[in-house]
Nanobody, 127 residues
Framework: QVRLVESGGGLVQAGGSLRLSCAAS???????MGWFRQAPGKERDFLAG????????YYADSVKGRFTISRDNAKNTVYLQMSSLKPEDTAVYYC?????????????????????WGQGTQVTVSS
């Protein structure tokens, strides 16, 4: 079993930056990790993914060049550095873990690929 806890959300002005953290506990196998977000009344969208070794990263077009995903396996923590934030980035941000490393490079963007997720952290960007 894996428990994920996100932190680092908050209120920021447009153009600002935030760094989200996701701390994992439990049996932290070679998981692919992803960040998703969900705005009110909308579906949960993929933002960024990272392989177990960190050698491969993936981004949605909407955040490419603005967000950076990274991980520190010694600390069981995954990060999402967000810059040039826009009001449309306002959402609850979720960290998710995928234990199926064999298919991660093909399916990293699929919500169904991930078996574990945290409670989410709210990010609000004011204009």
């Amino acid at each position: 079993q894996v428990r994920l806890v996100e932190s680092g959300g908050g209120l920021v002005q447009a153009g600002g930056s935030l760094r989200l953290s996701c701390a994992a506990s439990g049996t932290f196998r070679p998981f692919g990790m992803g960040w998703f977000r969900q705005a009110p009344g909308k579906e949960r969208d993929f933002l960024a993914g990272i392989s177990w070794t960190g050698s491969s990263t993936y981004y949605a077009d909407s955040v490419k060049g603005r967000f950076t995903i990274s991980r520190d396996n010694a600390k069981n923590t995954v990060y999402l550095q967000m810059s040039s934030l826009k009001p449309e980035d306002t959402a609850v941000y979720y960290c998710e873990a995928d234990p199926d490393s064999s298919s991660y490079s093909r399916n990293y963007y699929l919500q169904s690929q991930y078996d574990y997720w945290g409670q989410g952290t709210q990010v609000t960007v004011s204009s």
